[in-house]
């Protein structure tokens, strides 16, 4: 079993910066890439951003390209999520998900961000 946990999380206002990470533990799989995903309230689910193990390239939402940043340790199986400009339409919570090479996956509980004035 994988366990992910999130943290990093809270109020900002417009403008400022939060910094999630992710810290995965437990027997974790062949890691086709890390990723973050935020779900607003009465909204879907969507991909924010995800690094891939081989080459380390990266995807971003168009919504967030150029404000956030993710990265990972591989020797501390942790993920990060540098979000800079944050806007009030960033307010979501926001997940961390492990995809495997074999198709399955892991999620974490979540964490908040709010961002208001």
């Known amino acids: 079993q994988v366990q992910l946990v999130e943290s990093g999380g809270g109020l900002v206002q417009p403008g400022g910066s939060l910094r999630l990470s992710c810290a995965a533990s437990?027997?974790?799989?062949?890691?086709?890439?890390m990723g973050w995903y935020r779900q607003a309230p009465g909204k879907q689910r969507e991909l924010v951003a995800r690094i891939f193990s081989r080459g380390g390239s990266t995807n971003y939402a168009d919504s967030v390209k150029g404000r956030f940043t993710i990265s990972r340790d591989n020797a501390k199986n942790t993920a990060y999520l540098q979000m800079d400009s944050l806007k009030p339409e960033d307010t979501a919570a926001y997940y961390c998900?492990?995809?495997?090479?074999?198709?399955?996956?892991?999620w974490g509980q979540g964490t908040q961000v709010t961002v208001s004035s």
């Open positions: 437990g027997t974790i799989p062949a890691i086709y890439y």
């Open positions: 998900n492990i995809r495997g090479y074999i198709g399955n996956e892991f």
